[in-house]
């Protein structure tokens, strides 16, 4: 099994930035692909951001392409999600994901493992 926790979330105004953090534990050397999820109140879980255990493959979504950055620390399994110029309307829980798929992962179901989530709020 594969435990993940996120940690970094928090209220930030808008234009201000975050990072985010993600921590891989357990047997990890089954995780080729981590990614970044949201999901705000009444709506489904959103791609955000995805990149190979390598780091030689990064991909993010529309929404937050030129704001946003995926990295990953392979030395201490964590994986990061650098969030700038923050919008209103990027207020939901974050997600990190691991799966044993190759390649750009944009589906929840891609995904076979999810830590518990943090909450980022942003203000207006």
């Known amino acids: 099994q594969v435990q993940l926790v996120e940690s970094g979330g928090g209220l930030v105004q808008a234009g201000g930035s975050l990072r985010l953090s993600c921590a891989a534990s357990?047997?990890?050397?089954?995780?080729?692909?981590m990614g970044w999820f949201r999901q705000a109140p009444g709506k489904e879980r959103e791609f955000v951001a995805t990149?190979?255990?390598?780091?030689?493959?990064?991909y993010l979504a529309d929404s937050v392409k030129g704001r946003f950055t995926i990295s990953g620390d392979n030395a201490k399994s964590t994986v990061y999600l650098q969030m700038n110029s923050l919008k209103p309307e990027d207020t939901a829980v974050y997600y990190c994901?691991?799966?044993?798929?190759?390649?750009?992962?944009?589906?929840?179901?891609?995904?076979?493992?999810w830590g518990q989530g943090t909450q980022v709020t942003v203000s207006s």
């Open positions: 990149t190979s255990r390598s780091g030689d493959t990064s």
């Open positions: 357990g047997r990890t050397f089954s995780i080729y692909t």
């Open positions: 994901a691991g799966g044993n798929l190759i390649g750009v992962v944009t589906t929840p179901r891609g995904y076979d493992y």
